[in-house]
């Protein structure tokens, strides 16, 4: 199994910075594809970013051009650097971790708890 740990939300205003990081442990040998997703209130989860063990990424178009998704292989650990942030920004970011972007992009594999971004107008 694997556990994700998330940090780095919180509240900001538009057109402000945020980095979201997710650690994780346990089975991470079997982990081939991480990244993050959101929720916002009343919304279905969406896919916001993934990275794959080959360095690959992809972002929704929603965010192209202000978040960039990272890792550190040593601190088994992902990032979401998120810049020029909006309202409509303002959700739920959860990490997910998979054995494959096949996985990731069917949302099964393990889950963070979650952590809260707010972006004020």
């Known amino acids: 199994q694997v556990q994700l740990v998330e940090s780095g939300g919180g509240l900001v205003q538009a057109g402000g910075s945020l980095r979201l990081s997710c650690a994780a442990s346990?089975?991470?040998?079997?982990?081939?594809?991480m990244g993050w997703y959101r929720q916002a209130p009343g919304k279905q989860r969406e896919l916001v970013a993934v990275?794959?063990?080959?360095?690959?990424?992809n972002y929704a178009d929603s965010v192209k051009g202000r978040f960039t998704i990272s890792r550190d292989n040593a601190k088994n650990t992902v990032y979401l650097q998120m810049n020029s942030l909006k309202p409509e920004d303002t959700a739920v970011y959860y990490c997910?971790?998979?054995?494959?972007?096949?996985?990731?992009?069917?949302?099964?594999?393990?889950w963070g708890q979650g952590t809260q971004v707010t972006v004020s107008s």
């Open positions: 997910n971790a998979a054995s494959g972007v096949v996985s990731f992009y069917s949302q099964r594999g393990s």
């Open positions: 346990g089975s991470i040998f079997s982990i081939n594809a």
């Open positions: 990275i794959t063990s080959g360095g690959s990424t």
